[in-house]
């Protein structure tokens, strides 16, 4: 994974993709490979709101990636840069497309594939991300997001991630009643 004599000044710079408290995630073009990157820059000064870097973290996620063994479903990290001149570190990562809105994640557009994996389906509802939407609310309306239940029609990602979450949400909610079901059932006929 590692390649020690890349540097940072071998990609440039192009949009940035999100921010945090870490520091940015943005989209680069690898002048070596020519392929595009997703590139995280976690700051290594107290610049701004940027916290410095917590090296045990780091290190724990690019452990985690390495461990998956480049899944399908998860974003592979290609290379680990650090400037050494003012201590900010780069997580350089494979470029995942989040230009599509699916619109309609519900249970029965989520399938398990034969080794386990996640699998979306139906893409009927679904369009590229833009700024105004024409209808706010598309998709099932239990697993609608609550700025789209409001009627905003500027809305991102985020409303396929609050999908997910209310099927996970339920999902863990018919485990633990199902669990309560059979702790009662066998304390029952425990009972005399």
Known sequence: MSHINWRIDDYERLDVIGEGGFGAVFEAHDRRTGESVAVKWIRGDNVG????????????EVGCNVACCSHPSIVEIVDVVEDGDVGDMFLIM?????????HDIKPDNVLIGPDGELKLCDF??????????????????????????AGDRNYDMAVDMWALDCISSS?????????????R????SACP
């Open 185 to 188: 059932s066998s304390s029952r």
């Open 124 to 149: 009927r509802a679904a369009t590229l991300v833009r700024p105004l939407y024409e209808e706010p609310r598309v998709g099932t309306l239990l697993y609608t997001s609550p700025e789209q239940l």
């Open 94 to 102: 494979e470029l995942a497309s989040a230009s599509i809105i699916h």
């Open 171 to 183: 999902q863990r909610k018919q485990r633990e009643k199902s669990s309560f079901v059979a702790m």
């Open 49 to 60: 709101e940027h916290d410095p870097p917590d090296m045990n973290a780091l290190t724990c």
